[in-house]
């Protein structure tokens, strides 16, 4: 090898101890006499001295070093002078006896440190200088120990790690499917997986009752902060099990990798139905770190000749407790965030509790100190805190009071980033009406189970059902979501049947999978996991971007290696995607 040790390894026991070392050339710095250089890799930093009166020329050809030059050197460990406490080697330094010089390098055009000057566009065109840098490496170190640990728990469960192809067929169901063209086969396409969905079903009925997979899915959709057109789930499966038995198999994989990883003992996972997800937060995916809850306030705000709120299907408020001090320029900024289009509220009501006791309200003309009491009291509102309240229609209204109560919890400190409140969301609805194509879709996807007890329901008011479907969430993030499955023939092609399917397209699309149910299909049911997101969770970010080695731009652009990129004419024609004209 061209090193005896890494840059992170050397201490003061190895004083006086040769050593070969190799790394990038962080920074070189002349101080008189001496010239020091930092030699970094994956590892660490370590400093190495050349003296100019010792060898004048090795010194020499030391300055000359350029940044990200590629060297190895050969020297004594001594004990330095001035210690850095910042660094683990911080205690020694290498005397440099030789230097050779592996490979020179172009000035790199951001600076490869912990904070860079380069911009987010240049990074993403140099992701390999980028990923140089420390905190990508450990963001890519965490992924790493995120894989492990879940290969061992799953392991340890007996669960199989089984790869399912990436060539598939594309489904109308769900999200966009991303095409690849068959040369061999005019006019017909692969789809790349939107997730190993019906394969793991399928080893259900081969007989493999737990297998995993950490596994590349890919989905052609508009990209935001926390997507990407590829994306890795820890996808699961399981056969003779009952939702009870998923959860909390894998609550225990979720527990494992806090505790092996953060050292975290997580609090107890919370269960929650969807109906009292979307009533208490608005959202099915609660951050339940802190309370606000929202309270329906329509019997103490109706009728005192207010048009917003007696108009209203829903006026529902929250406490924030202790904003009572917000000043009329943060109300102002709150009233214009809610009215933001992403949020859509038309407008927002408040009232303080005066330290007094009294009451400020931004419908004073309309609600007397009587009325603003029945307020305070319905929400629990006590002096020091500040009443919310958004009205309208009942969904809409949930979701803007979901953006808003997050906001001011972010506003108030309350989502606190080393605190984790895990949850269940349990009962989910099956399917979910769209009023533009006038048609039920899979809130899930179509192949959950409906709940035995709603099956009667099925035909007379498929709306009302709900499915034996749960997702798990953390601090009001989606960590993953699954169901138990339809392993019944008939059940299934009734399912495609209310999703609208004609016998025969459903037959076309998942002919096999109802085919497989034909030959002894067990009980089973599973989950998938977003595994960057998870990342992301552990790494205390928001974006996903940063635990991927090679992600794209919100564009869906690969700005490196300058991807989505037009193909040759050859490639066209082969294809079959383009007719070749007579000449
Ligand atoms: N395949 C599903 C998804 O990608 C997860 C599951 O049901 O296991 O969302």
Same mark, same amino acid.
């Not at 971007?545 to 300058?562: S, V």
């Given at each position: 090898?061209?090193?005896?040790?890494?840059?992170?390894?050397?201490?003061?026991?190895?004083?006086?101890?040769?050593?070969?070392?190799?790394?990038?050339?962080?920074?070189?710095?002349?101080?008189?006499?001496?010239?020091?250089?930092?030699?970094?890799?994956?590892?660490?930093?370590?400093?190495?001295?050349?003296?100019?009166?010792?060898?004048?020329?090795?010194?020499?050809?030391?300055?000359?070093?350029?940044?990200?030059?590629?060297?190895?050197?050969?020297?004594?460990?001594?004990?330095?002078?001035?210690?850095?406490?910042?660094?683990?080697?911080?205690?020694?330094?290498?005397?440099?006896? =030789?230097?050779?010089?592996?490979?020179?390098?172009?000035?790199?055009?951001?600076?490869?440190?912990?904070?860079?000057?380069?911009?987010?566009?240049?990074?993403?065109?140099?992701?390999?200088?980028?990923?140089?840098?420390?905190?990508?490496?450990?963001?890519?170190?965490?992924?790493?120990?995120?894989?492990?640990?879940?290969?061992?728990?799953?392991?340890?469960?007996?669960?199989?790690?089984?790869?399912?192809?990436?060539?598939?067929?594309?489904?109308?169901?769900?999200?966009?499917?991303?095409?690849?063209?068959?040369?061999?086969?005019?006019?017909?396409?692969?789809?790349?997986?939107?997730?190993?969905?019906?394969?793991?079903?399928?080893?259900?009925?081969?007989?493999?009752?737990?297998?995993?997979?950490?596994?590349?899915?890919?989905?052609?959709?508009?990209?935001?902060?926390?997507?990407?057109?590829?994306?890795?789930?820890?996808?699961?499966?399981?056969?003779?099990?009952?939702?009870?038995?998923?959860?909390?198999?894998?609550?225990?994989?979720?527990?494992?990798?806090?505790?092996?990883?953060?050292?975290?003992?997580?609090?107890?996972?919370?269960?929650?139905?969807?109906?009292?997800?979307?009533?208490?937060?608005?959202?099915?995916?609660?951050?339940?770190?802190?309370?606000?809850?929202?309270?329906?306030?329509?019997?103490?705000?109706?009728?005192?000749?207010?048009?917003?709120?007696?108009?209203?299907?829903?006026?529902?408020?929250?406490?924030?407790?202790? =904003?009572?001090?917000?000043?009329?320029?943060?109300?102002?900024?709150?009233?214009?965030?809610?009215?933001?289009?992403?949020?859509?509220?038309?407008?927002?009501?408040?009232?303080?509790?005066?330290?007094?006791?009294?009451?400020?309200?931004?419908?004073?003309?309309?609600?007397?100190?009587?009325?603003?009491?029945?307020?305070?009291?319905?929400?629990?509102?006590?002096?020091?805190?500040?009443?919310?309240?958004?009205?309208?229609?009942?969904? =809409?209204?949930?979701?803007?009071?979901?953006?808003?109560?997050?906001?001011?919890?972010?506003?108030?400190?309350?989502?606190?980033?080393?605190?984790?409140?895990?949850?269940?969301?349990?009962?989910?609805?099956?399917?979910?009406?769209?009023?533009?194509?006038?048609?039920?879709?899979?809130?899930?996807?179509?192949?959950?189970?409906?709940?035995?007890?709603?099956?009667?329901?099925?035909?007379?008011?498929?709306?009302?059902?709900?499915?034996?479907?749960?997702?798990?969430?953390?601090?009001?993030?989606?960590? *993953?979501?699954?169901?138990?499955?339809?392993?019944?023939?008939?059940?299934?092609?009734?399912?495609?049947?209310?999703? *609208?399917?004609?016998?025969?397209?459903?037959?076309?699309?998942?002919?096999?999978?109802?085919?497989?149910?034909?030959?002894?299909?067990?009980?089973?049911?599973?989950?998938?996991?977003?595994?960057?997101?998870?990342?992301?969770?552990?790494?205390?970010?928001?974006?996903?971007?940063?635990?991927? =080695?090679?992600?794209?731009?919100?564009?869906?652009?690969?700005?490196?290696?300058?991807?989505?990129?037009?193909?040759?004419?050859?490639?066209?024609?082969?294809?079959?995607?383009?007719?070749?004209?007579?000449?």
């Amino acid at each position: 090898m061209l090193r005896t040790h890494t840059n992170g390894e050397l201490r003061i026991d190895h004083v006086g101890e040769s050593v070969t070392l190799a790394g990038w050339v962080q920074r070189v710095r002349n101080m008189g006499g001496m010239t020091f250089v930092d030699l970094r890799d994956r590892y660490g930093i370590t400093q190495l001295g050349f003296n100019i009166e010792k060898d004048p020329a090795l010194c020499e050809k030391a300055r000359k070093l350029g940044r990200e030059y590629v060297i190895q050197v050969e020297g004594l460990v001594i004990e330095r002078e001035s210690k850095n406490a910042q660094l683990a080697t911080g205690v020694i330094e290498i005397d440099v006896k =030789a230097l050779k010089v592996l490979n020179a390098s172009e000035v790199p055009p951001f600076t490869i440190e912990d904070e860079t000057d380069g911009g987010e566009e240049i990074r993403m065109k140099y992701r390999y200088l980028d990923l140089r840098r420390p905190p990508l490496r450990k963001n890519l170190e965490l992924r790493h120990k995120l894989a492990i640990e879940t290969r061992k728990y799953m392991d340890g469960l007996k669960f199989m790690e089984i790869e399912t192809p990436y060539l598939i067929k594309s489904t109308p169901e769900g999200a966009r499917d991303f095409v690849v063209p068959s040369r061999m086969n005019e006019g017909e396409f692969y789809a790349l997986p939107q997730s190993p969905q019906t394969f793991k079903q399928l080893l259900m009925v081969s007989g493999y009752d737990r297998y995993f997979q950490i596994v590349r899915c890919f989905r052609d959709e508009d990209l935001r902060a926390d997507r990407q057109p590829e994306f890795t789930q820890i996808d699961c499966e399981m056969a003779f099990v009952e939702q009870e038995d998923i959860l909390n198999t894998f609550e225990g994989l979720v527990r494992h990798l806090f505790t092996s990883i953060k050292g975290i003992e997580l609090p107890e996972f919370k269960r929650m139905t969807y109906a009292e997800a979307i009533q208490r937060y608005g959202s099915d995916k609660p951050d339940i770190r802190f309370g606000m809850e929202f309270v329906e306030m329509n019997d103490v705000c109706q009728g005192s000749d207010f048009v917003v709120f007696d108009s209203a299907e829903l006026v529902v408020g929250i406490n924030a407790e202790g =904003a009572g001090e917000f000043t009329r320029k943060q109300l102002d900024a709150l009233t214009d965030f809610v009215k933001r289009p992403q949020v859509g509220a038309k407008g927002l009501i408040y009232c303080k509790v005066n330290e007094d006791g009294t009451f400020k309200s931004s419908v004073d003309k309309f609600f007397d100190q009587e009325k603003l009491a029945a307020w305070a009291e319905k929400t629990g509102a006590k002096p020091g805190d500040l009443i919310l309240i958004l009205a309208g229609d009942t969904n =809409a209204t949930r979701k803007q009071m979901n953006e808003l109560r997050l906001n001011v919890a972010d506003q108030l400190g309350l989502r606190k980033k080393d605190e984790y409140a895990p949850l269940w969301v349990v009962d989910f609805p099956l399917l979910e009406w769209d009023e533009d194509t006038q048609r039920f879709y899979a809130m899930h996807h179509p192949f959950t189970s409906p709940k035995p007890e709603h099956l009667s329901l099925l035909d007379s008011e498929p709306g009302k059902v709900n499915a034996n479907a749960y997702d798990m969430v953390i601090n009001g993030v989606e960590l *993953g979501g699954g169901s138990i499955r339809i392993h019944d023939q008939a059940l299934q092609a009734k399912m495609f049947k209310l999703l *609208g399917f004609s016998d025969e397209e459903a037959q076309k699309q998942f002919g096999f999978l109802m085919g497989a149910f034909q030959y002894g299909a067990p009980p089973h049911g599973g989950i998938a996991f977003g595994f960057d997101r998870l990342a992301a969770i552990f790494g205390g970010t928001d974006s996903i971007r940063d635990y991927i =080695a090679f992600p794209k731009n919100n564009a869906g652009r690969d700005l490196m290696i300058d991807t989505p990129a037009t193909i040759s004419e050859e490639q066209l024609q082969e294809l079959h995607l383009k007719v070749q004209h007579e000449s």
